[in-house]
């Protein structure tokens, strides 16, 4: 049982839950076709106990009584079974008895010198592995834009964190913004151009181009937000596509008390660009312009917060035991 709800205003919508979302119908109170769905599921669950004791001289070593008493799974039937089981070796005693607590019937009852007791019940059990096998199914959406984001943030925490020694995981932060916007532009293609497919290989601002002209939206690229884009794919294209370089410079400096001559050794361009500032300037700067297209394709105000849509299955398909 399963019902849908508007994510953005939580009306409840006539729909099937697993309607794909180029067929949703916009909300009859907000517009958007964002989904939540609460799915309603109800079983039965028997709790089973089982306790064990065991006794020993000392803190290491074999112990000299060994008890268990409770419910136990029977492998081959798959029914639970009544336990009482005593190891007893200063007295050379064993005992174990088993039996079916639905039918009142006793299944095994042995008792015997433990120093006889091999080959079989207890003696046997501790030789044999169980494999058991099952058939594992998954269905599960990644959004890997909402990834990459979250990645970008968790690094710029790190450099707040401690920001000596930061510059890899600044640069990390920048180059995850910059796929956050390319994952995102893709993830929006497929569901605004049936053609996507066909022209996801194009340069990244033809995409943008083609998805701003097609929502009507006008960049500007002489201010933020749409600004940082040319500077961080300047970026981006300057580490995916890195060459060797040699750097020179001279300069007259004032030298400081606190300064050596490390300091003032040249940088390149994207050495330049790897800042805490502009690592949280690319992510604000990008998070807006992702927000811009999402509210005008009709998506809702807040493409970030996408609940993880995962469908799991397990079916065992046998069970056997096998020598260890």
């Known amino acids: 049982m399963s019902d849908v709800k508007c994510r953005?205003?939580?009306?409840?919508?006539?729909?099937?839950?697993?309607?794909?979302?180029?067929?949703?119908?916009?909300?009859?109170?907000?517009?958007s076709k964002s989904r939540i769905v609460n799915e309603h599921i109800e079983d039965t669950v028997i709790f089973h106990g089982k306790l064990g004791l065991k006794a020993r001289h000392?803190?290491?070593?074999?112990?000299?009584?060994?008890?268990?008493?409770?419910?136990?799974?029977n492998h081959k039937t798959g029914e639970w079974m009544k336990i009482e089981r005593v190891i007893d070796r200063e007295n050379d005693k064993y005992k174990e008895k088993i039996i079916n607590p639905k039918t009142k019937e006793v299944l095994r009852h042995c008792e015997e010198p433990l120093s006889q007791h091999t080959g079989h019940g207890y003696a046997?059990?501790?030789?044999m592995t169980e494999i058991q096998k099952a058939i594992v199914k998954w269905e599960r959406e990644v959004n890997t834009f909402a990834?990459?984001?979250?990645?970008?943030?968790?690094?710029?925490?790190?450099?707040?964190?401690?920001?000596k020694g930061s510059y890899f995981t600044t640069m990390g932060s920048i180059l995850l913004t910059a796929f956050t916007i390319e994952a995102y532009l893709n993830h929006i293609g497929e569901k605004l151009f049936s053609f996507w497919e066909e022209i996801e290989s194009i340069?990244?601002?033809d995409k943008l181009r083609v998805i701003s002209k097609h929502l009507e939206i006008e960049p500007d690229f002489s201010k933020r937000p749409y600004q940082t884009i040319r500077l961080?794919?300047?970026?981006?294209?300057?580490?995916?596509?890195?060459?060797?370089?040699?750097?020179?410079?001279?300069?007259?400096?004032?030298?400081?008390?606190?300064?050596d001559i490390y300091d003032y050794i040249p940088k390149s361009e994207e050495e330049e660009y790897c800042t805490l500032d502009n690592a949280k300037?690319?992510?604000?700067?990008?998070?807006?312009?992702?927000?811009?297209?999402?509210?005008?394709?009709?998506?809702g105000d807040y493409p970030f917060i996408i609940p993880d849509m995962s469908i799991g299955s397990m079916s065992i398909e046998s069970s056997t035991n096998q020598s260890s």
């Open 147 to 163: 990834n990459l984001y979250y990645g970008a943030d968790v690094l710029i925490k790190k450099t707040e964190d401690d920001e």
């Open 281 to 299: 300037r690319a992510k604000e700067d990008i998070e807006i312009i992702i927000t811009e297209i999402h509210k005008k394709a009709n998506l």
């Open 232 to 259: 961080l794919f300047r970026f981006r294209d300057s580490i995916a596509h890195g060459r060797s370089k040699i750097l020179k410079d001279q300069k007259s400096v004032k030298i400081k008390a606190d300064k």
């Open 203 to 205: 340069r990244f601002m």
């Open 8 to 31: 953005e205003c939580e009306t409840i919508i006539d729909e099937a839950s697993d309607l794909p979302f180029e067929k949703h119908s916009p909300c009859p109170k907000c517009g």
């Open 58 to 73: 000392g803190q290491t070593g074999k112990p000299f009584y060994e008890s268990i008493s409770g419910s136990d799974l």
């Open 124 to 127: 046997k059990y501790k030789k």
